[in-house]
């Protein structure tokens, strides 16, 4: 491939001498073409076919080598052939001549490009996929672009080759038919600058601009067309209604009240929504307590006695809710309000566009009309349709921590439904806090989404703590037993179409969370709504001034994305009249707080071998680290996926201690187009962790290392040596 390209430059740099050497710019001049109009005329009346197909082909080349001499080569047609033939062939020649170049750019130069400049390139390649021809049209249609410099530009981005020819044939031949009637006048012209006078050159433009103004108006009249059926109020009692009080909710409403809108934020159930109630904040204070158990168990691997802790669990579960009342001032009522934020506790239900009714605890009901409505309404967990579930009982993720409170002791047989984050999370720190713990995956492996290596990885860790880990089992029914006045459960699992029975006490269904999309007034809208709320780009649901982000809207459930949404919500149905905001998932993190923790940003290597994404891997092992050696914590590793040959990171995974922690250079690094090269040349203090993120740049840089040079340095020293 490369000596085919090296061939191909070579020709075009030939041919460029060529055209150079025999004086091509002298002809392709006003006086050149006036000296040899007279021969060119008797040609044509000898044999006029053989002259156009002659002339067709020089115009073709001069396009496709990006030569000077275009504008000259029309006038020439005007005057040789006349206005019809004239502009037939400089039409139909300059847009192949623009098609070869096209192809040329794209060929020798698309992937260098695209992979030099990456995700930087991300919103033109995504602008060019849905509107590119509309933007062609208006370049070509404008003529104070360089012809030459849009062919070779619109090679390296996403047009369809027959798209770029389509537009161009069409796009140029406005410009072409005044060139070319220009050339049938040739005597009175004096430079090829005053055929288009600042008449033409705005009629031009503006037929040019008429493509995208046509759009937007297009666009404009689909969007009002959704409300043709409601009533639009006269005025508005506020700026922004928020439902919702989770993280989305939360940040959207603060944005407003920043930005002093009128903001009303309506909650039902608890401010802070599910991460602080039930999510993030309750399991992640369960697993520091279960993870200190484990460490005094373990004590004698840091020179102390090894003892068994004595769980008590309802002071477990105490701490779990006195760290939740220690956060919930952040989320709450009277923070919000001192922000400006009007809160109101109730169930808001979308009546029409424009107005929200609010149904407080005590029935009383009040609507309120606003210009934009942002619905973060959340996510519940999913519980499978499983038969005699209903029958056995269950808990949830949601539900465990308020019905587990009260027990001196963790259930003695857990099993947990589901092998994602959640239900990993779970059945761990539920082990290390004394249950039997057996976890059933219906997929091969647990951690689905992470590399098979990682997924071993966490699996023995958690069988380490005690885990029975049953992948490929898939869960059929709950069956319940009473023998001698004692009832038993069992959940009735098939592998390898075997059935068997595991007894337990409770069940934790943890098979993932579903979007809440009912019970607020999407229905009687006809708001569209599939696994998430359907939203465009910009979180617009079906009304452009009503918007849903968070779990509610997808395609992440994470509380950092939920923020993230946040703001363009906020900002786009606040100041969406002026600029709308297209939501960048191009950098989201996340991680997985089993321990040891497992942390991903961009690509893993399973993600880009099914996206069919070349890369390289780098990977530093941790238990090479010297603080993880001194912390007891020497396991796990850093993998960086690359661009082959380049520094430029695809993705991170993470797997040891603190690893969301440590994820978060690299995060950084990505969202600014940061390489491996600039990591290793931070500074990074010794002895921490985050020395990993510089030894796995290192290790690239390593493998990197310029052979030939490094050869010719020691021949270097060597000779310094005599």
């Known amino acids: 491939m490369a000596a085919k390209r090296l061939a191909l430059v070579a020709l075009f740099a030939a041919l460029i001498w060529a055209f150079f050497a025999v004086g091509g710019p002298e002809w392709l001049t006003l006086d050149g073409l006036r000296s040899g109009l007279d021969q060119l005329a008797t040609w044509k009346d000898a044999s006029p076919i053989v002259l156009g197909l002659g002339f067709g082909a020089a115009y073709v080349l001069v396009a496709a080598l990006s030569l000077p001499g275009a504008a000259i080569l029309t006038l020439a047609s005007g005057a040789i052939f006349g206005l019809f033939w004239g502009t037939l062939i400089a039409s139909f020649a300059s847009t192949l001549g623009a098609t070869l170049a096209f192809w040329s750019a794209r060929y020798l130069l698309r992937d260098w490009v695209q992979e030099r400049f990456g995700d930087r390139l991300k919103p033109i390649n995504d602008g060019i996929a849905r509107d590119g021809a509309f933007y062609l049209f208006t370049l070509r ?9 849009i062919n070779l530009l619109m090679g390296l981005v996403p047009i369809r080759s027959l798209t770029f020819y389509a537009v161009s044939q069409v796009g140029m031949l406005a410009g072409t038919l005044v060139y070319v009637n220009a050339g049938t006048q040739l005597a009175r012209i004096d430079s090829v600058s005053g055929i288009l006078s600042p008449g033409v050159t705005l009629s031009l433009a503006l ?3 008429f493509p995208l103004v046509a759009k937007w108006a297009l666009g404009y009249v689909q969007r009002r067309r959704v409300y043709a059926r409601w009533t ?12 919702g009080a989770g993280a989305a909710g939360l940040v959207t409403a603060y944005i407003g009240a920043a930005v002093k809108a009128k903001v009303t934020l309506v909650e039902a159930h608890k401010m802070g929504g599910d991460c602080l109630n039930y999510g993030c904040v309750p399991s992640k204070a369960m697993i520091r307590s279960a993870k200190l158990a484990t460490q005094m168990r373990n004590a004698d691997h840091y020179g102390l006695s090894a003892t068994a802790p004595e769980v008590d669990f309802r002071q477990v579960m ?6 939740i009342r220690a956060i919930e001032p952040h989320d709450s009522v009277e923070r919000y309000e001192s922000l400006g934020v009007e809160v109101l506790q109730g169930y808001g239900r979308v009546v029409d566009p424009w107005t929200v009714e609010i149904e407080t605890a005590d029935g009383s009901k009040q609507r309120l009309t606003t210009r934009s409505i942002v619905i973060a309404a959340g996510a519940q967990p999913f519980v499978p349709p499983l038969p005699g579930l209903d029958d056995v009982g269950y808990l949830t993720s949601d539900t465990l921590w308020d019905a587990l409170a009260q027990r001196k002791s963790a259930p003695a047989r857990l099993v947990v439904l589901g092998g994602g984050p959640i239900g990993c999370e779970l059945a761990q720190s539920f082990a290390r806090l004394g249950s039997a713990v057996t976890q059933i995956e219906m997929a091969p492996r647990i951690l689905g989404r992470e590399d098979p290596e990682v997924s071993e990885l966490a699996r023995a860790s958690l069988a380490s703590d005690g885990v029975d880990v049953l992948t490929g089992h898939k869960a059929l029914r709950c069956e319940c037993e009473e023998h001698n006045g004692v009832v038993h459960k069992y959940l009735v699992v098939e592998h390898d179409g075997l059935e068997r029975r595991v007894e337990f006490d409770d069940l934790i269904c943890a098979v993932g969370r579903v979007a809440r999309l009912e019970g607020y007034g999407l229905e009687a809208l006809g708001i569209p709504t599939e696994r998430t709320v359907v939203t465009n780009e910009y979180l617009e649901t079906l009304y452009p001034n009503i918007y849903a982000a968070g779990d509610v809207a997808g395609p ?5 994305t939920a923020a993230h949404q946040a703001w363009y919500a906020a900002v786009n149905a606040l100041f969406g009249q002026f600029k709308r905001f297209k939501v960048d998932y191009s950098v989201i993190p996340w991680a997985t707080f089993v321990d040891p923790e497992v942390a991903r ?10 996206k069919g994404i070349a890369y390289e891997v780098t990977r530093y092992g941790i238990d090479d680290l010297d603080r993880a050696i001194a912390d007891g914590a020497a396991h796990g590793f850093v993998k960086v996926l690359t661009v082959p ?6 993705g991170v995974t993470i797997v040891g201690e603190h690893a969301a922690d440590l994820l978060a250079e690299f995060v950084l690094a990505m969202k600014h187009g940061l390489g491996l090269n600039k990591i290793l040349g931070t500074i990074h203090t010794y002895p921490t ?4 993120n510089k030894y796995a740049a290192g290790e690239w840089k390593r493998a990197h290392a310029p052979q030939q040079v490094l050869a010719w340095v020691q021949r270097y020293h060597d000779w310094r040596r005599t």
């Open 141 to 149: 249609l404008v003529p104070v672009f360089p012809f030459f410099l």
């Open 207 to 209: 037929l040019g601009v």
């Open 232 to 243: 639009r109020p006269r005025r508005y009692d506020r700026n922004l209604i928020v439902i």
């Open 318 to 323: 105490a701490r779990v809710h006195a760290v």
């Open 556 to 560: 992440y459930q994470f509380t950092h």
């Open 601 to 610: 940003v961009g690509l893993n290597e399973l993600e880009a071998t099914e």
């Open 645 to 650: 040959g380049k520094d430029r990171i695809l």
């Open 689 to 692: 962790l985050a020395e990993a």
